[in-house]
C-alpha cells in the first residue's frame, strides 16, 4: 500500500489566493482527518470524516477553511482568501473506525503565505 | 475533555544512555494511548500503542512503554538511544473508535554522540 497521499509537498502562494491541499487515503479506511502543524500550537485537529461524512469541524479556525469528501478516496482542504498566518505544515491521516485503531499519517504539505 | 500531557518539549541524552519521554493523561474511562514518532519533514509514524491488553507495550526500534493507571502515565523508554532515535515524539489519545487521535505537544528528543 501507498499510504496516505498528500499533494503538493510544499506550497507557496501570495496572500490572497485561494490555496488547495489535497489527500488520498489509505484505501478501506473510513475516517479522514485533517490536522495543522504549528511550532507554537502543535498538531490541531482541523476536521475529520467518516464515511465520507464531516463529523465534526469545530477545529477549522475560520470561515475561510473548508474541507471537502466527495468519495472514499479523496478529500480536499480548502483555504480561500490565504493569509500569512496559515502558513504551516497540514498533514492528512486516515484509519479504521474501531476501538484503538491507529492513525496512518501522509507527509503533510508545507504552506507558506507571503 | 481528552487530553495528554507531555513534560519536557525538549530531552537531551547521550548515545547510548536510557530515553526516557513522559506522558501523563487525563481520563475517566479507559483510554487508548499511542506513541508517535516524526523525522524532519516527515509525517508521524506509529511507535507503539496501549489498547488494554498487556501493560508493557513494545514498539518498533526498540522502544516501548507501560500503562501505569494509578499514575495515569504512559511513559516511552528506550535502554540504550541511538543516533538515529533524534526526532519529535508525540504521544497520543482517545477513548473510542470514532474520536479522533488528541495528540499532545511533542518532545524534541537530541541524542550527543
Known amino acids: 500500500d501507498a499510504g496516505v497521499i498528500q499533494s503538493p509537498r510544499h506550497e507557496v502562494t501570495e496572500m490572497g489566493q485561494e490555496v488547495t491541499l489535497r489527500c488520498k487515503p489509505i484505501s478501506g479506511h473510513n475516517s479522514l482527518f485533517w490536522y495543522r502543524q504549528t511550532m507554537m500550537r502543535g498538531l490541531e485537529l482541523l476536521i475529520y470524516f467518516n464515511n465520507n461524512v464531516p463529523i465534526d469541524d469545530s477545529g477549522m479556525p475560520e470561515d475561510r477553511f473548508s474541507a471537502k469528501m466527495p468519495n472514499a478516496s479523496f478529500s480536499t482542504l480548502k483555504i480561500q482568501p490565504s493569509e500569512p498566518r496559515d502558513s504551516a505544515v497540514y498533514f492528512c491521516a486516515s484509519s479504521l473506525t474501531g476501538r484503538g485503531t491507529e492513525a496512518f499519517f501522509g507527509q503533510g504539505t508545507r504552506l507558506t503565505v507571503v | 475533555a481528552q487530553s495528554v500531557t507531555q513534560l519536557g518539549s525538549h530531552v537531551s541524552v547521550s548515545e547510548g544512555a536510557l530515553v526516557l519521554l513522559r506522558c501523563n493523561y487525563s481520563s475517566s474511562v479507559p483510554p487508548y494511548l499511542f506513541w508517535y514518532v516524526q523525522y524532519p519533514n516527515q509525517g508521524l509514524q506509529l511507535l507503539l500503542k496501549y489498547t488494554s491488553a498487556a501493560t508493557l507495550v513494545k514498539g518498533i526500534n526498540g522502544f516501548e512503554a507501560e500503562f501505569k493507571k494509578s499514575e495515569t502515565s504512559f511513559h516511552l523508554t528506550k535502554p540504550s538511544a541511538h543516533m538515529s532515535d533524534a526526532a519529535e515524539y508525540f504521544c497520543?489519545?482517545?477513548?473510542?473508535?470514532?474520536?479522533?487521535?488528541?495528540f499532545g505537544k511533542g518532545t524534541r528528543l537530541s541524542v550527543i554522540a
Open positions: 497520543a489519545v482517545s477513548y473510542s473508535g470514532n474520536t479522533p487521535l488528541v
